[in-house]
């Protein structure tokens, strides 16, 4: 069953969403059109009923209304029609009434802001306007008449024998979805992206930076797995951002910032210019993103508007050597616009989650005793002349090895000398470790321990 919040903007849609799930998953702000893409979750009632939930952006015009998707109707179940009662029923409600009047789909009117003294005042003239549908009255913000609200939606869903059961097989397959986060700056085409991923708009997309807020989430099946593409706000330096003393757009930044410990993989997408290098906004993002040690795909966008003039392979060649990046970071080439490259991303995708994995410690050990016989060891500390005789030299000795995390790939070394392994030793390390076991661009982190 799917039941969509809408509303004119403002009037508690997001809060109510929010406190229906039970997080902060929408961004509220007491300013009009905050919510400009439709955010989906998965609401459960009870241990036997669940249904999914829309959170739509406020709609208040003609024109807003003639740009409903046909599929959507479709899909909704019930509308769950979000009405301020603290506020006279403006004409904006009432194309909102016209409008769900002519869908032929139920309707449940919430009377929001019902703790606001005003609410009393308005009521009956509310009544009077809603009159036909069905209504509730509550607060969002405060979780007054929740337990109502849940009560029948549950009547509902079982009236209309739409109770999924969730069984084992189907948790599992929400839980192992592999969660892919687009990152990038405003207007390079994240919400394009996710919108010929997932196959239908699921993020507007217009010329003007920071279209995108909340974080939208697709669930998309390829390759034979379950994903999660998670379109993200666009991320400006921060003197920008906070010149515009936007408090919006400062949130979002940091919540996305937040949400990428959640990421399997992150793609930073990158807008394709004829030099083959990486605005100083986007170094930045992809040394963040090493820093916490997320896996991360450079995907260059537009490739259309310089693919007659430059050749893929020089391309990348010169984007790695001008941020001083190895030959096993992936770079894929990408049109959001036409599609060109969007199956080999997703290929490129599944074979990078996938290279994630638990290998065994006899695995390690074998290898570890390889790398060491074939290298002469490193002295850490030169034999001393003394009295009757000399001191030995000392070398380093790796004694034993083992994984303790698949996220990030995190491997402990036991030595003789932690302290003493130097930096060139533990980048090799972590390249053959790259090489020999295939991780590509994983991250990789290598701890050192006293061997007793």
Known sequence: ????????????????????????????????????????????????????????????TEADFKKFPQAWTKKINLYLWIVD???????????????????????????????KREFNEEISQHLAKISGFEWLEGAAET??????????????????????????????????ANRVFILGRPNVGKSSLINRLSGQRVSEVADQPGTTRDSVEQRIRFEGQNWVFVDTAGIRKKPKIYKTEDPLEIFSSQLVL??????????????????????TQDRKLFQLLQKASRPTLIVVNK???????????????????????????????????????????????RALVESRRRITTPELNRWLKNIQAKRSPRMIRKGMKKTGGKTQNRYLRF????????????????????????????????????????LGPLPIQLLFRAKN
């Open 1 to 60: 069953m799917i039941v969509a919040l809408l509303g004119r903007p403002n009037v508690g849609k997001s809060s109510l969403f929010n406190r229906l799930i039970g997080r902060r998953r929408a961004l509220v702000w007491d300013q009009e059109g905050v919510t400009r893409d439709r955010l989906v979750e998965t609401l459960n009632l009870s241990d036997t009923e669940s249904m999914e939930l829309w959170d739509l952006a406020g709609y208040q």
């Open 258 to 279: 937040k949400q990428m410990n959640r990421a399997d993989l992150v793609l930073l997408l990158v807008e394709a210019h004829t030099a083959a290098r990486l605005s």
């Open 143 to 176: 979780g007054r008449g929740l337990g109502e609200l849940k009560d029948n939606l549950i009547q509902r869903i079982r009236r209309e024998g739409k109770t999924p059961k969730k069984t084992k097989a189907s948790a599992d397959t929400t839980d192992s």
């Open 303 to 349: 490739w259309d508007l310089i693919r007659d003039t430059r050749n893929a392979k020089a391309y990348r060649r010169e984007l790695l050597d001008s941020m001083g990046l190895s030959d096993h970071y992936r770079v894929v080439f990408v049109s959001a616009r036409t599609g060109f490259g969007i199956k080999n991303l997703e290929r490129v995708c």
């Open 85 to 115: 009662g603290s506020e006279a029923f403006s004409a904006r409600d009432e194309l909102i009434r016209d409008f769900l009047r002519k869908q032929e789909k139920p309707v449940l009117v919430w009377l929001n802001k019902s703790d």
């Open 399 to 438: 004694n034993y090895m083992l994984q303790t995390s698949e996220r990030p790939m995190r491997f402990q070394i036991f030595t003789n000398a932690p302290s003493a392994v130097p930096k060139d030793e533990k980048k090799y390390l972590e390249n053959r470790l790259r090489e020999d076991f295939d």
